[in-house]
């Protein structure tokens, strides 16, 4: 594999740690729950398991996992920068690799919220919030 490849494919799975997920194993045993932290190797460790057997953390080698499937709804960085560009024209910029908004320069907003100070910034954060309001529902 190339080093561009190894480099996106170690991005991909760093995007999926925090994230609702469903692992399974080689036998078929499905697991859901929050992915704690996973490895090149895709050993991984599963928190807030969903079921089971009252198990509260989970440690997967590896060579066992068969498939980990994303459970949660992404956030949609495009559709809430041309949302943000409605309002602030020309002064939004979406930095996809980095899953990160900027507005005006100065007003940082990625899926976890908006950072920054002032009037526009309290602008931000209600097109944030109303833009989490809209993808609630659907």
């Known amino acids: 594999m190339s080093a561009i490849a190894t480099k996106k494919f170690a991005e991909e799975l760093a995007g999926l740690v925090g994230k609702k997920v469903t692992i399974e194993t080689m036998d078929g045993i499905k697991y859901d729950g929050q992915l704690s932290a996973i490895s090149e190797d895709l050993n991984v460790i599963l928190s807030n398991i969903i079921g089971g057997e009252n198990i509260k953390k989970l440690i997967i ?11 949660e709804k992404l956030f949609d960085l495009r559709a809430l920068s ?5 309002t602030f024209p020309n002064n939004v910029r979406l930095m996809e690799e980095l899953g990160v908004i900027m507005v005006m320069d100065k007003i940082k907003v ?18 944030y919030e109303d833009y989490l309001r809209e993808t609630a529902k659907r």
């Not at 080698?61 to 459970?71: A, P, S, Y």
């Not at 041309?82 to 409605?86: N, S």
Request: hydrophobic share 35%; proline share 0%.
């Open 61 to 71: 080698n590896g060579n066992f996992v068969k498939r980990i499937e994303l459970t």
């Open 82 to 86: 041309a949302k943000l560009e409605k």
């Open 110 to 127: 990625t899926e976890k919220g908006v950072e920054g100070t002032g009037l526009a910034t309290i602008r931000v954060r209600e097109i």
